[in-house]
């Protein structure tokens, strides 16, 4: 579902919203880290969206403090994208592969709020 821009006030809105509630960048030190891949070959595939939900989710859940949201280049397994990967501190990267802004809430609540990474959704589930 494509969304499209009403007006520079409606930007602008959304912009503040997102700023308060979620720090996109910046030094949280010991944070969990969402790298989303926008590359090219990403956004093509959907990867967008998945970044506005993944945002919007922290933000409603007011994990801000705890939780970076960031975006990425190529991740390097173009096929396999839309590609998020989770860094917990003191735990292996997680790589989501094939994500949808519908699959995020379940990704934020199982993995990055009660530490249970969403198997199905990982790139070993999904390699073939």
């Given amino acids: 579902m494509k969304q499209n821009m009403k007006s520079l006030a409606e930007l ?13 960048r910046g030094d949280h030190e ?3 880290r969402v790298a989303v891949g926008m590359a090219t070959c990403g956004i093509a595939a959907g990867a967008r969206p998945v970044l506005n939900a993944f945002t919007e989710e922290v933000a409603k859940r007011n994990l801000g403090s705890s939780v970076m949201v ?3 280049g190529c991740i390097g397994i173009c096929q396999y994208e839309p590609v ?7 735990q292996e990267k997680v790589t989501y592969v094939k994500m949808t ?3 995020v809430a379940r990704v934020v609540n199982d993995h990055i709020v009660n530490g249970n990474v969403v198997t199905e959704y990982t790139i070993g589930a999904n390699a073939k």
């Fill in 12 to 24: 602008k809105a959304i912009k503040e919203r997102m700023q308060n509630g979620v720090t996109m």
């Fill in 30 to 32: 010991g944070s969990t």
């Fill in 70 to 72: 960031t975006q990425t």
């Fill in 84 to 90: 998020v990967e989770v860094f917990v501190p003191g």
């Fill in 101 to 103: 802004a519908e699959k």
